[in-house]
């Protein structure tokens, strides 16, 4: 005998008034226990809502891009016969829901969900019903990515309900098997990109049963979620052939990857001359590839009013020159971000091997950019918090020499925690250093300025340095980067604090 049961909302602690920015069944469909119905997310986090009953979809009481509230029903399911039964003794919906999304935490549940790629709340034992691939272990940074093998052979019908539905997906998609038509020859799985993709839990789910590096997928869904259709059509361009060359090679090996770039016969357009790479060209340029490709940059843009310390500075040049010691302005700038660096050590920690951890460095090592005729090196001033500002200005001028002279050795270019790019003895007025990995930040300076700053009722010219601050979204958030770099300009304004055991 039918019967019709409403599934809930589930208790979200304090949270309500939650966003529907997926719907993944629709009336008609045959769905499993577990299954996703709807997908929420909050300020913080990102849940499915899963049915708790097997049956079919009567009626849906939601809509994508609507909100809900616990207690609050999403859909009305038709359950048959002995199913009927098993629902009176399951299990309220909203306490099943809670359940299977984290103890019910719409907080915890978005954390498993949005951080852990396939590790998701609703990837329980259900997805391993449906024939899906377990997550591979996170990529170490640095090492490539990780090949996860795409799943072959159709999920049984038992597992993946009528309509092939993936078992924990509501959503009425094609097995593996019918998508990729036995081929598993879609690129390898870059983790750090999969987890930091938009997407919810059960998208995610499918993307590994179908063996689908989600940062190379695009989303259509509210505010460019990726959704199963996204994921699916993806598939379909790389079997036809369509899909985006692999990074690194990878293309050559049938693989699915970055988008190339056309080549050209450029002497069609007139006379032109082929020069190789430098050395250092070579060396840094698949560094930096690899550090914009695999960290999720931002830049943080600020200013520094430095005109009082560009009137200290000038006043010990001329002591710091009978030294043998060229106070330059960078000197400065390395011993404000010493300090800040204290005062935030996140900014001077890494990500462990596993992207797990963070690994906070008890000392402070700056590393700058110099440039040298052939091409820019990064020489690192070891133990820069145990240097007042004349000792940091000759083991600035030291290296610096020593870079343009060739004779750096590897030691001298090692364990920088933190790196700083000054322009401004060239010019420019801002711009977004790629961080130099596994570090998690880079200061970019330009060229300073006379401007006219509101102070005591009235506009008078100060002297204003630009600061670009790129840094590692998945350790630093926005609100610390504009801490970090609001500090920085503090202490690049209040000279004393630069000049201690100088003055």
Known sequence: MARLIDVRVPDMGSFSEVAVIDVLVKPGDAIEREASLITLETEKATMDVPSDVTGVVEKLHVTKGGKVSPGDVVATVRVEGDAAGAGDSAPAAGASAGSSSGGGSASTAGAAAGSAGAGSSSAKPAAAASGGTPPAAPAAPGSGPVATPAATTAAPASASGANGAAAGNGASVPAASAILGGRTDLAPINETGFSSAHAGPSVRRFARELGVDLSQVTGTGFKARITHDDVKAFVKKALAGGAPAAAGGAAAKGGVGLPSVPLVDFAKFGPVETKPLSRIQKISGPRLHASWVNIPHVTQFDEADITDLEDVRTKLKQKALQEGIKLTPLAFIVRACVKALQEFPYVNSSLDATGANLVMKKYVNIGFAADTPNGLVVPVIANADRMDVYRIARALGEL???????????????????????????????????INAPEVAILGISKSSHKPVYKDGAFIPRLMLPLSLSYDHRVIDGAMAVRFTTYLAGVLADPRQLTEAVL
């Open 400 to 434: 610096s020499e020593k870079a343009r002279a060739g004779k750096l050795s590897a030691a001298e270019m090692q364990g920088g925690c933190f790196t700083i790019s000054s322009l401004g003895g060239i010019g420019g007025t801002a711009f977004t250093p790629i």
